[in-house]
């Protein structure tokens, strides 16, 4: 039974496209208040870019976390759990714990629940769910295209694919987009093995603008585009990780074992 008192405010970095939020932000947010039937749910998104976006083009309204964090305390709010969606403890988390502790005096108490990869645990779980779930193709390399920060927690994406390679993956390679390690790094390992046959996929939440345009457009810089041009026979799979019922129980884990800071 809801408690008018108590929210849930799960946090996303956010998407311009609908279909995919529909199937990646949408069900994570069904999935964490299901866990957590007690709580009210709100949503709010770290970029203002996309909030600005979609409530410009499609007249959907989307809290800050600042902003959600005035609204509940406006609706008699006072036991606050959240939940954010972000890959990794980075920048975004940084920026979302920040206006969690400015606006921390208006609640009794507030819970934070960790990010996707935030322990060496939760990293090898998602080795077997990603290994499982778009490793299925015989004698093809899966490519998984990360955002990348310049945050000290981006070294998750190269250990990430160093534990593939360790668990007996060595066909799961990891690159990111914006950091290291970056497309070349992953073309220079592909050349040393034996495949021709790659599958492109985004290690993302919502397959939203980079996995869309990055990973698998046509123009000439696109990963898609450098691999075909380089003898591989690609495919593109436009699948967030947000899609995963598995990855979602994950956050669901990490909602129910949210650590206390007020």
């Known amino acids: 039974m809801e408690d008018k008192q108590k929210a849930l405010l799960v946090v996303s970095f956010g998407t311009s496209y609908p279909e995919t939020r529909a199937k990646t932000i949408d069900r994570l947010e069904e999935a964490i208040a299901a866990a957590v039937p007690e709580r009210r749910l709100y949503r709010a998104w770290t970029s203002k870019m996309i909030i600005a976006k979609v409530k410009s083009r499609d007249g959907l309204g989307v809290d800050t976390v600042a902003e959600a964090m005035r609204r509940m305390q406006a609706d008699g709010i006072t036991d606050l759990l959240v939940q954010p969606t972000h890959i990794l403890p980075g920048v975004e988390n940084d920026l979302m714990l920040a206006d969690i502790q400015a606006a921390a005096a208006g609640f009794e108490h507030i819970a934070v629940g960790r990010p996707l990869m935030a322990s060496t645990e939760d990293m090898?779980?998602?080795v077997d769910i990603?290994?499982?779930?778009l490793d299925n193709i015989?004698?093809?390399a899966l490519v998984l295209m990360g955002h990348g920060t310049e945050h000290i927690t981006n070294t998750a994406y190269a250990a990430l694919d160093?534990?593939?390679k360790d668990v007996g993956h060595s066909n799961i390679?990891?690159?990111t987009v914006e950091a290291y390690p970056d497309l070349d790094n992953v073309m220079g390992m592909l050349a040393k093995t034996p495949y021709l046959r790659v599958r492109l996929a985004p290690?993302?939440?919502v397959a939203g603008d980079h996995a869309i345009n990055d990973m698998a457009g046509d123009e000439p810089d696109s990963w898609?585009?450098?691999l075909v041009d380089a003898g591989y026979n690609v495919e593109t799979m436009l699948r967030g990780l947000g899609e995963s019922a598995r990855i979602a129980d994950l956050f669901c884990q990490h909602a129910l074992a949210a650590e206390t800071i007020k």
């Open 224 to 226: 898609k585009s450098r």
């Open 203 to 205: 290690f993302m939440i």
């Open 138 to 140: 015989p004698d093809m």
């Open 173 to 175: 390679f990891v690159g």
């Open 124 to 126: 090898f779980k998602i």
């Open 130 to 133: 990603v290994a499982e779930e």
């Open 162 to 164: 160093y534990m593939f």
